[in-house]
């Protein structure tokens, strides 16, 4: 069963890692590698910041872009990780190691099947 | 009432948990079980009536319950074929059903307890759950016990087993690495439930025996099934609270606080079995905040009097307890105890040090105008109490503040 881990973080919070910044994408590169030798890893990517990001949107047939992210919260999605577990306790288990969860929020969801 | 329906009440209550279990595991499926013993229920309504109730209840109940779950699992379409086989070969494997209901069905219980108190169910959630699978509580009982509506509580569960479902949260005992932290929440969750027996935010009554009675019963469960020394502590510490009740109202219904308790109300045979209890958990000297607990409420429920309890263990326990809870409820209680001990002005210094984070608390004020007003110093004591009545959010305290309130404004006034 796939679940998906949405990692979200305050623009600017990897300040606050444990050992700096720098430690942090270190933490990150082990992490990848450790799940990926487990069998666990689907896939993975880090985001641009917001700043690059454009919302988009169609209503009544006109579409209208906006300069800037979905919702204005304090906390942003920066990346995620797809990751096949046996179930919710192994996922949250792999979730816990990501470093972002150490000064962000680690958003777990189950990836929705549709053969059921 | 009829004693047909309280006689099903009691069996359903007693033998809900392991039958849902029993099913659970099969099918791996918590709406399908419980739809299958509620239709065992319904059916033993219309029955039992004329046949009488079968010799052994419960097992009456688990051989209807799984047929029906036969019958439902035929019907669900959205099993595949070769899972839905599996099942029913599972459900099917005994003859005599009955003797498998007795010898063959391991009690599961302990799973179910684990994953209805799973850590990413909400707390309310968890609650309204284990009482509905785990006691056998209806969801209009729950809603009561909660002062809830059915609408509320029921979706509450609806959508607490659907989160298990789709997030496949697993229905397993957790491995050894997580089971203290994962034992603990569920520890907390069963507490929940007994204070929730005794508090009354908006009611009128003061307990709600049902729901004590189930967490006490949930945790002796719990206790024979995954012994541990914080389980057997909760335990203690229940049933000691447990044993005072008759004591915590008097005949009008208003609450009595613990120092002015007629003691001969206890339930002694309850206090002596609980605090036998508690010594042989503290033989196995791995301590923890629930034993603290228990032994300080066996330390009031000995004492011959309020005035005869033994404040210098109390206070040197709270200071314990503290190490492993350090909030400031905890210190407020061991500045109750050191005021007790006669350290009245000890007892305010560390009182003032917690304002800040006990601004809102009504105990706080109650216990601060109480040291005050034995200090002397009434005009501040009458501050004091004003505050808690205005926290105050249950009828019966409030008129047991006002009272003291009233009497230390008489006693100002004879002063003058």
């Known amino acids: 069963m796939q679940f998906m881990a949405l990692i979200y973080s305050a623009d600017g919070a990897e300040q606050n890692y444990p050992g700096g910044p720098e430690k942090m994408m270190a933490d990150y590169y082990a992490y990848t590698e450790e799940v990926k030798k487990a069998g666990v890893m689907v896939a993975g990517d880090a985001l641009q910041p917001t700043s690059t990001a454009t919302s988009i949107r169609e209503r009544d047939g006109k579409a209208s872009l906006t300069d800037g992210p979905f919702a204005e919260t304090k906390e942003q999605l920066g990346g995620y990780y797809l990751l096949e577990c046996k179930d919710l ?7 816990g190691k990501i470093p972002t969860a150490k000064y962000g929020t680690i958003e777990v969801r189950p990836v929705m099947i549709w053969d059921q | 009432m009829n004693p047909i329906e309280a006689e099903l009440t009691r069996i359903v209550r007693a033998n809900s948990g392991r039958i849902l279990s029993a099913l659970i595991k099969v099918t791996q499926d918590f709406t399908l079980a419980q739809d299958a013993l509620q239709d065992a229920i319904t059916q033993a309504i219309a029955q039992w009536p004329e046949s009488g109730p079968p010799q ?20 669900e379409s959205r099993h ?28 599961e219980r302990l799973r179910l307890i684990f994953t209805c108190c799973h850590p990413a169910l909400n707390v309310d959630a968890q609650v309204a759950l284990t009482l509905r699978t785990l006691g056998g509580l209806t969801v209009r009982e729950i809603a009561r016990a909660f002062l809830a509506s059915e609408t509320t509580i029921g979706q509450r569960i609806t959508r607490a087993k659907q989160k298990i479902k789709n997030a496949n949260i697993p229905y397993e005992v957790p491995n050894h690495e997580d089971m203290q932290a994962r034992r603990a929440g569920v520890l907390t969750t069963i507490y929940l439930i007994f204070n929730e027996s005794y508090s009354a935010y908006e009611g009128q009554s003061l307990t709600r025996e049902d729901l004590a009675n189930e967490a ?11 012994p541990d020394p914080e389980t057997a502590g909760l335990l203690c510490l229940m049933r000691l609270t447990h044993a005072r009740r008759a004591a915590r109202l008097d005949t009008e219904g208003d609450f009595v606080p613990l120092d002015k308790q007629d003691r001969s109300l206890w339930d002694q045979t309850e206090i002596e079995a609980a605090h036998a209890q508690l010594l042989d958990v503290f033989a196995n000297g791995q301590f923890g905040p629930f034993q603290l607990q228990a032994a300080i409420s066996a330390l009031h429920c000995l004492a011959p009097s309020w005035a005869e309890t033994d404040w210098q263990q109390i206070f040197a326990l709270y200071g314990a307890l503290a190490a492993y809870d350090p909030s400031p409820v905890v210190r407020l209680n061991q500045a109750v105890a050191l005021a007790n001990m006669g350290g009245h002005n000890k007892a305010l210094e560390q009182l003032n040090t917690l304002e800040a984070e006990l601004g809102n608390y009504q105990p706080f004020y109650a216990a601060r105008a109480d040291i005050l007003s034995r200090c002397g110093e009434e005009k501040a004591a009458q501050i004091d109490y004003d505050r808690a009545i205005e926290l105050s959010k249950n009828k019966v305290e409030k008129n047991f503040l006002f009272q003291k309130k009233s009497a230390l404004a008489a006693s100002l006034k004879n002063n003058k």
């Open chain 2, 216 to 226: 006490i019963r949930l945790c002796a469960i719990l206790n024979r099934l995954d």
């Open chain 2, 80 to 107: 595949h074929a070769d899972a839905t086989q599996q099942i029913l070969t599972d459900l099917q494997h005994d003859q005599d059903e009955t003797a498998e209901w007795e010898q063959d069905i391991p009690d």
């Open chain 1, 89 to 95: 306790d192994e996922a949250i288990k792999w979730a």
């Open chain 2, 56 to 75: 052994n209840g419960g097992a009456w109940l688990y051989v209807a319950a799984k047929r029906r779950a036969i019958d439902l699992v035929r019907k």
